[in-house]
């Protein structure tokens, strides 16, 4: 079953002079499983840096980093005031990179957003390593594009020393709940191919409330952990892979965000397969 909403690309993306998402550039790239991954690109002239954006499990790009075109009214309940033009560019967080001087990229992962997800399902994966390498693959194609303007000065600056030779811009990554693990797993997996010391100038990683641990389940390395936990979520997820016992676990500390999460037309609402 194709769990995954066929959108017209003009019901989501607006083209006319209303949008108020900042009008990023939109592209897209299949990924090593065939996966065609939606991306954006939210650019300034003469850069002084890259800025990559990695979002968080059940969520999308603009949801995570834009702000939403809502009023809330409490800590309890929002109001919706445009489903149209629900992500708002103004005063967001890339915005704000934006006014500093930083080209903001980002993407929706698979399952995620206007991404494909494996086996035609949202929020369903073949393996958690996937996310990561679809993040190192658009990294690539970010610095392919750099050293193909390399003869652009917005986009490079000559090195005093050697003349004809061009420095990339710096990048940095920054990574939100699941996305913080994937932006730290993607640095181990660049470091072991060398790409981020020769050929790829990554300068820092921010990882916010990431998803890095569950010492409430199990301590890592814990007899529990090893041969109780792990062993059971195999052969229940290898049983069935694309079950969804559990629909979503609501907000409550802050319960409007329930209301944030639920007037979003990308976010799925059905929570995620037992093979995640």
């Not at 108020?20 to 065939?34: A, E, I, Q, R």
């Not at 016992?245 to 007037?263: G, K, S, T």
Request: net charge neutral; charged share 25%; proline share 3%.
């Amino acid at each position: 079953m194709n769990e995954i909403a066929n959108y017209n690309e003009e019901e989501i993306i607006e083209t006319t002079s209303t949008r108020v998402d900042g009008k990023p550039t939109l592209d897209s790239f299949f990924n090593k499983d065939g996966l065609l991954l939606r991306v954006y690109g939210w650019l300034v002239k003469n850069a002084i840096g890259i800025i990559l954006l990695i979002h968080g499990l059940n969520s999308h790009a603009r949801l995570t980093f834009l702000r939403h075109n809502v009023e809330i009214i409490s800590k309890d309940k929002a109001i919706l005031k445009d489903e149209n033009n629900y992500y708002v560019y103004e005063n967001s967080l890339v915005e704000h990179f934006n006014k500093n001087g930083y080209s903001v990229y980002s993407l929706d992962l698979q399952g995620h957003g206007q991404s494909d997800g494996w086996e035609n399902l949202s929020l369903n994966i073949n393996k958690f390593d996937d996310l990561v390498y679809d993040v190192v693959q658009y990294i690539r194609k970010i610095n392919e594009n750099l050293l193909r303007l390399s003869d652009d000065t917005s986009s490079v600056t000559t090195c005093e020393d050697n003349l004809g030779c061009k420095k990339l811009l710096p990048i940095y990554i920054i990574g939100q709940s699941m996305g913080g693990n994937i932006a730290l797993r993607t640095l181990e997996i660049l470091g072991k191919t060398r790409d981020n010391d020769n050929k790829i100038n990554i300068k820092g990683c921010i990882s916010l409330s990431s998803m890095i641990s569950f010492h409430k389940i199990a301590s890592p390395g814990s007899y529990k952990h090893k041969f109780l936990y792990l062993p059971s979520v195999r052969i229940v997820s290898g049983a069935f892979p694309t079950s969804r016992p559990i629909i979503e676990i609501p907000f409550r500390m802050y319960p409007y965000l329930n209301d944030v999460a639920n007037f979003d037309k990308l976010r799925f609402k059905q929570g995620i397969t037992l093979k995640y």
